[in-house]
C-alpha cells in the first residue's frame, strides 16, 4: 500500500494484482493528484477492503476508486460490489483489457459502474486524467461530504451496545467503535465523566456525551430526520422496507406531499439481509444495504420526508382526515395512508434465550456483528431465504456454520439457488429435524442444547453466535379496533375483505374497496404486513408503487 500523507486529504484508491501495473497507475494518479490527494494502493482486492476499512473507522473520505477487472480470489466487478458498502459514494472505475469489454458494460447495471478504462492508457493527459478529473467533479457536487463521526463505546456482549450500533449502522450513521476495556475506551470514559457501568456511551459528532440514549433521542442527535416539517400530508407511508420505500418514491415523484415514517431503521428485513441474488436487474446480487440506502436516497431526491426512530401508537379516521398518533403524543394527518409496517421476527421460546439475547443470541442478520463471529462457530435457526442469505454472508469468515431446520429439508421454504449455494460451501452444513432446548452461557452465549425432534436426543454444543430467522409476525398490533386483521394479525384488504361479494362492515362508500385498500377509504397496505402477501422484495416494492396508483385514484374521487 503506498504511503499517505496528510490524513486531511480526499483518497484516490487503486487495486491491481499486477505489481508492475499497480505501480504505473499509483505513479500517474500520485503525478497528477498528489498535492491534493492522498494515493493508496493495494494489490489485491482484499488488501483493498482493508485499506478501506482502515480508512472508514478514522473518518476519511474515498473520492475515487480503480479496480482491475482480471484479479484472483476477487475479481475487480466483486471487489467494487463490496467497496460499495463501505463508501456507497465513491465513484467506480474499471480496469479492462479489450477482450473484457462486456464485462464492464454489464458492470455499469450490476455496481452503477462510473466508467471504465481499456488498459493501456498512455497517454494519461489524453485518456486517464480526463475521467479522474470529471469523476473528482462529481464528487465533489455530490452528498458524500466528510462527516464527523459518531464514537460508541461498549462492552462486546451488551445486548443495548449491540443494539445502537445495529440502529447506527442500519441509518448510514458513521460510527467508530471502542470497547470499555481497552485504553481509547477507557480515555473516552473517563472524559465524559463515566466508569463504564453504564454502557453503552454515544459520543456525538459535536462532543455530546449521551449514555444508554433511546433511539428516538439517539436519532435526533445524530442528524437523522425525527420531527415533520407540516402538519397535513397528501401521504403518509408508515414503514420503511421496501414497500414503504417504493412507495415514498412513487408518491414523492408524482407530486403528493409524501413523508415516510419508520420505528427503526428503513429497509426493513431485506435492509438487514447480506446478498439479494432473486430481485430483477442484479444478476450478481446487490446488499440489503446497498439497495435500501439507493432506495433512501432517490425517495429523498425527490422530495420525500423520511422520520427515524418514530413510533406510530394508533390511526384516527376523521371526515376526509386520516390522524397519525406518535408514542410522544404528536401527531400528523394526511388525506390517504399506505400501511407498510412489515413484520418483525418471531422470538424463539427455550430457556435462556431471553435473557441472552443481544449477548450472542440475535434474531435477523445483526450484520454489525458479523466481523466478530470470525474464526467462531456459528448457529444459524430457520430455513427460509433470509437463513439462507445469512449464513453464506458469516461463512466467508466463520470458522463454520450450522443450520438447524426443524423440518425434514430446505427445500419447502428456501429458494433453489441458495439450497445449492449452501451445498457447496465447505464450511456450511445443516442439521434438519433439530431445534434449539436451552441456551446457556453467564453473560454471554456459551452453549446450546440441541433436540433432534425425532428420536428426542439431546446435544450440548459449544457456540457464541446465534443467530434466529424463524418465521415473523406482522406489526399491526396498534390497529386493533380500526382496521380489519386477519387471525394472525395480517392486514385484509381489497378482495380479501369480500368473498361473498359484500363490502365490510361500516364501508359507506359505492364502489368495493380497491385491490390494496382496507377497510377504511384512503387507507392501502403493501407489502408483508398484507395478508396472503408473497413476501418477495420485489412484490413489496411493486405492491407500494401499486398503492400509490390507488392514493392517486382514491384522490380524485373524493
Not at 156 to 173: D, T
Not at 250 to 269: D, H, K
Not at 524 to 552: N, P, T
Request: aromatic share 6%; proline share 5%.
Amino acid at each position: 500500500m503506498a504511503q499517505a500523507a496528510s490524513p486531511a486529504r480526499t483518497v484516490i484508491l487503486t487495486v491491481d494484482d499486477d505489481p508492475g501495473v499497480s505501480r504505473a497507475v499509483a505513479r500517474d494518479l500520485r503525478r497528477r493528484y498528489g498535492e491534493a490527494h492522498r494515493i493508496v494502493r493495494a494489490e489485491s482486492g482484499e488488501t483493498a477492503l482493508d485499506a478501506l476499512r482502515e480508512l472508514k473507522l478514522r473518518g476519511d473520505q474515498v473520492a475515487v476508486i480503480l479496480a482491475d477487472y482480471r484479479m484472483p480470489q476477487m475479481n475487480g466487478i466483486e471487489f467494487l460490489e463490496q467497496a460499495l458498502d463501505v463508501y456507497p459514494g465513491a465513484r467506480r472505475v474499471l480496469l479492462t483489457a479489450y477482450a473484457d469489454t462486456n464485462a464492464a458494460i454489464d458492470a455499469i447495471n450490476v455496481i452503477d459502474l462510473d466508467h471504465y478504462l481499456l488498459k493501456p492508457w498512455d497517454p494519461p493527459e489524453e485518456k486517464l486524467y480526463p475521467v479522474v478529473d470529471d469523476l473528482l467533479d462529481a464528487w465533489r457536487a455530490s452528498d458524500y461530504r466528510p462527516v464527523a463521526t459518531c464514537k460508541v463505546v461498549g462492552h462486546r456482549w451488551s445486548a443495548r451496545s449491540s443494539g445502537v450500533r445495529e440502529f447506527l449502522a442500519r441509518n448510514q450513521v458513521p460510527y467508530r467503535w471502542y470497547a470499555s476495556d481497552t485504553p481509547e475506551g477507557l480515555r473516552l470514559l473517563a472524559a465524559a465523566g463515566q466508569d463504564g457501568e453504564r454502557l453503552p456511551l454515544v459520543i456525538t459528532p459535536d462532543g455530546t456525551p449521551l449514555v444508554e440514549p433511546e433511539d428516538p433521542d439517539l436519532a435526533a442527535r445524530v442528524g437523522l430526520a425525527t420531527t415533520p416539517t407540516e402538519e397535513f400530508y397528501d401521504l403518509v407511508v408508515i414503514g420503511g422496507g421496501p414497500a414503504g420505500l417504493g412507495a415514498a418514491v412513487y408518491g414523492a415523484s408524482e407530486g403528493l406531499r409524501t413523508v415516510l415514517v419508520e420505528r427503526e431503521a428503513t429497509g426493513g428485513q431485506a435492509g438487514q439481509s447480506s446478498r439479494i441474488e432473486n430481485y430483477l436487474g442484479f444478476p450478481d446480487g446487490v446488499s440489503g444495504a446497498q439497495l435500501t440506502d439507493r432506495a433512501r436516497r432517490q425517495a429523498a431526491k425527490f422530495g420525500a420526508e423520511i422520520l427515524t426512530a418514530r413510533e406510530v401508537t394508533r390511526l384516527e379516521v376523521t371526515g376526509a382526515s386520516r390522524t397519525i398518533h406518535f408514542s410522544d403524543g404528536s401527531a400528523i394527518a394526511a388525506h390517504s395512508v399506505i400501511l407498510a409496517t412489515g413484520v418483525s421476527y418471531r422470538q424463539l421460546e427455550a430457556p435462556g434465550l431471553a435473557d441472552l439475547t443481544g449477548c450472542g443470541v440475535f434474531y435477523g442478520s445483526a450484520l454489525t456483528e458479523a466481523a466478530a463471529c470470525q474464526g467462531h462457530d456459528v448457529y444459524i435457526v430457520g430455513g427460509a431465504n433470509s437463513a439462507g442469505q445469512a449464513a453464506m454472508y458469516l461463512a466467508r469468515g466463520a470458522k463454520s456454520v450450522t443450520i438447524l431446520v426443524r423440518g425434514s429439508s430446505l427445500s419447502a421454504s428456501m429458494s433453489h439457488y441458495l439450497i445449492q449455494q449452501i451445498g457447496d460451501a465447505p464450511n456450511i452444513s445443516v442439521r434438519t429435524g433439530t431445534v434449539v432446548e436451552a441456551a446457556h452461557g453467564t453473560g454471554h452465549l456459551e452453549q446450546l442444547t440441541l433436540r433432534d425432534v425425532a428420536s428426542g436426543h439431546t446435544e450440548l454444543v459449544d457456540a457464541q453466535w446465534m443467530f434466529v430467522f424463524i418465521g415473523a409476525a406482522p406489526l399491526t398490533d396498534w390497529l386493533e379496533g380500526t382496521v380489519l386483521r386477519d387471525a394472525r394479525g395480517f392486514i385484509m384488504a381489497g378482495p380479501d375483505m369480500t368473498p361473498d361479494g359484500q363490502p365490510p362492515a361500516g364501508w359507506e362508500l359505492d364502489r368495493p374497496p380497491y385491490h390494496l385498500e382496507t377497510n377504511i377509504p384512503g387507507v392501502f397496505v403493501a407489502g408483508d404486513a398484507r395478508a396472503e402477501s408473497a413476501k418477495r422484495v420485489a412484490s413489496a416494492v411493486g405492491e407500494g408503487a401499486m398503492a400509490v396508483m390507488l392514493v392517486h385514484r382514491y384522490l380524485e374521487q373524493s
